[in-house]
């Protein structure tokens, strides 16, 4: 394993780790940026260049910054969020503990471990292109609707009754 | 070479000579460094000189005279400016989030800088080629939003908090006009690579070059672009998010020293970043001119344009008021947004139509119809607002 | 370079973090953010799978994880508009009290 593969597997960890153990509600949603920048610089080191830049900008520069705005008006006073109570908390661990020993079972069992690495492809973001709009295209319309839909859900969701309850 | 490609090529070549010295092991590491060094010497530098334009500048617009007193007509004003701001006590908030307080300006300086890695910024001299550099441009310019909402939330004070979620608000909304504004230069060159953008725009015919801002949709393109951009900013007339009248500074009132030296030099770096952007996509890159000027080193013409644009922006910041919040993003979601997509559509109908006046005056018309119509649409004319009346105590 | 396993190690390593999160936060906010977590891993495996696989240049991977992002990006805003609908009709978005389906 590489020391550029470790480094950033370290900084997703750390990140996600924290985001989703911290107390103030701010600092896990800063500390999930921190994980999705390591993210996407593992697409950018797997060659997805296209994949790590579309990261970037709509989990950093859209969903993170949504998450922001909806703990600052949602929050009457300090945003701390509680921990549950210790079953609940030892259950949850468990349960995810459970998960991953059997993810992580089947993965060492499988051939994964010692195929080798094929020549890096060179993509053009022109190839990136052209998948959309010709192998992809059903895809792509198929998210503009779903894009459409849920901007007009969400506007319709969150607007506030006819007494003027906001 | 001829010396005039001698002199073009000067920076390559030293930086050619340098890396020889140094062990095969460290070359992609020195080269690396030997890229980047100078942009961070030589963008802060143009910050300074910026800043002290900037004040004269508006100064001179205001009928004043700004600061003369430090060096010969005021030049040496960074200096003055710099060891204040260094020597002044770091003021933090008891209440202040201290970690988040700091990590602010850090963030946002970061996602300056790293705007800077796609710029060419004379012939072979980007630091790198990337084959979606336009995509990440835009991608680094989403950070700057999180590093102004990490700044005013950590302030733990109303008008902070206050002014972040007007800046958050403008930039989202203007960077969706921004990013279409640019994607008919993508259409048009068929590439993200700036490097390839520009070269696009190299040539010339007769003497009048080939920059795609002598074209209908690249005409308007810049000029959303260059709109979009000052908005992205927070500059005036949208910089109701730092409005120095209204919420002081908005979301960086609760820094002091070095932390606000560094937020002024995020935001002009990020003002730098968007000039080079527009400079690469409209108006040519490093291209000269005319043609009979090609004898003059790329860099030069790079510079030129860059100053050209701060002038523009300064100049328009002397000039035009405020605009009120609603204003602005009516202005971007009603106006902007409709013209960008409309530019879109005539951007393609020049590339399927066949050269010759036609064209020129199809899509010419694509835009200035619009125009004038989601003008008249969109003003307070129409909406039945009367001459204010007013009435006096009696 | 790193064999293909160690992302997959990675990945259900980022899913189960999520997954405990998930589970045993109390605010919806955090909730979210746990689900969000969960579809990143799933496109890192994606990612993983393109470039280890026999044919990169057909850029499957590349695309089922930019769609995956959209979705999920989709996905967070009506959440986050459910999460404001809730905290205006009760107060606070503290799921331990969402405990009626009337209101």
Redo the contacts between chains.
């Keep these: 394993m590489t020391i550029t593969f470790l480094i950033l597997a370290a900084l997703t960890i750390a990140g996600m780790a924290a985001a989703m153990g911290l107390r103030n509600l701010i600092h896990c949603v800063l500390a999930l940026t921190l994980g999705f920048v390591g993210l996407a610089s593992l697409y950018l080191h797997l060659g997805a260049e296209f994949a790590g830049f579309v990261q970037i900008l709509v989990y950093i520069g859209g969903v993170a910054i949504l998450a922001v705005f909806a703990i600052m008006t949602t929050q009457s006073a300090e945003p701390v969020a509680h921990r549950r109570s210790a079953p609940f908390w030892l259950a949850g661990t468990l349960v995810a503990a459970g998960v991953f020993s059997v993810l992580a079972w089947a993965i060492t069992r499988s051939g994964a471990h010692g195929r080798g690495l094929p020549p890096s492809p060179q993509i053009a973001a022109e190839q990136v292109g052209f998948a959309l709009m010709r192998a992809y295209v059903l895809p792509l319309e198929l998210m503009g609707l779903l894009l459409t839909v849920a901007l007009i859900g969400a506007v319709v969701v969150a607007t506030p009754g006819k007494k003027g309850e906001l | 070479m001829s010396h005039a490609q001698m002199l073009d090529q000067i920076f390559v070549i030293v930086k050619h000579w340098l890396l020889a010295y140094v062990p095969a092991g460290w070359q992609p590491l020195a080269s690396a460094v030997l890229s980047v060094v100078p942009v961070l010497i030589v963008f802060p530098l143009l910050f300074a000189i910026t800043t002290v334009l900037e004040r004269k500048g508006l100064a001179r617009q205001q009928n004043r005279y700004g600061p003369n007193r430090v060096g010969p007509w005021g030049i040496l004003q960074p200096i003055a400016d710099g060891v204040k701001s260094l020597t002044k006590e770091d003021i933090v908030p008891r209440s202040a989030d201290h970690m988040v307080h700091l990590l602010a300006p850090l963030l946002l300086v970061t996602a300056a800088f790293l705007g800077y890695a796609v710029i060419p910024i004379g012939r072979n001299m980007v630091i790198s080629d990337m084959n979606g550099g336009v995509l990440f441009f835009f991608a680094i310019s989403s950070l700057v939003e999180l590093a102004v909402f990490m700044a005013g939330w950590s302030s733990r004070s109303k008008y902070s908090l206050f002014g972040a979620m007007r800046a958050i608000a403008q930039m989202i909304s203007y960077e969706v006009p921004l990013v279409l504004a640019a994607i008919v230069v993508v259409m048009a060159a068929g590439t993200l690579s700036t490097v390839s953008i520009v070269n696009a725009q190299a040539g010339y015919t007769g003497i009048w070059p080939h920059w795609f801002v002598f074209t209908p949709w690249g005409f308007t393109g810049f000029a959303l672009f260059m709109i979009a951009a000052t908005a992205e900013s927070n500059r005036s007339p949208f910089d109701l998010p730092e409005g120095e009248s209204e919420i002081i500074a908005g979301y960086y009132i609760e820094y002091s020293g070095f932390k606000f030296a560094l937020f002024f030099l995020g935001e002009y770096l990020g003002m730098m970043a968007t000039s080079a952007m527009a400079i690469t996509l409209f108006l040519g890159g490093w291209a000269a001119p005319f043609s009979f000027l090609g004898w003059v080193p790329s860099y030069f013409w790079f510079f030129a344009k860059l100053l050209a644009l701060i002038c523009g922006f300064i100049w328009i910041r002397g000039t035009l008021p405020r605009l009120r919040m609603d204003q602005l993003m009516n202005f971007s979601w009603k106006f902007i947004l409709p013209m960008t997509l409309l530019n879109v559509i005539a951007a393609g109908a020049w590339h399927f139509m066949p050269g010759g006046v036609w064209r020129w005056v199809v899509c010419s018309a694509l835009i200035a119809g619009p125009f004038i119509v989601l003008g008249r649409a969109t003003s307070w004319q129409g909406k039945g607002v009367a001459v204010r009346k007013y009435r006096y105590a009696e | 370079?790193?064999?293909?396993?160690?992302?997959?190690?990675?990945s259900?390593?980022?899913?189960?973090?999520?997954?405990?999160?998930?589970?045993?936060?109390?605010?919806a906010?955090?909730v979210?953010?746990?689900i969000?977590?969960m579809l990143?891993a799933a496109?890192?495996n994606f990612?993983?799978f393109?470039?280890?696989?026999?044919r990169?240049?057909?850029?499957t991977?590349?695309?089922f994880?930019?769609?995956s992002?959209?979705?999920?990006?989709?996905?967070?805003?009506?959440g986050?508009?459910?999460?404001?609908?809730m905290?205006?009709h009760s107060?606070?978005?503290d799921l331990?009290k969402m405990t009626s389906m009337r209101g």
């Design positions: 370079m790193s064999p293909l396993s160690s992302y997959l190690l990675l259900a390593l980022l899913f189960s973090i999520g997954l405990a999160g998930a589970l045993s936060r109390r605010s906010i955090l979210l953010i746990g969000e977590l990143n496109n890192l990612i993983a393109w470039r280890y696989g026999p990169p240049e057909a850029l991977g590349v695309m994880a930019v769609f992002i959209t979705v999920a990006a989709a996905e967070a805003a009506v986050l508009g459910l999460i404001l609908a905290y205006r107060k606070s978005t331990d």
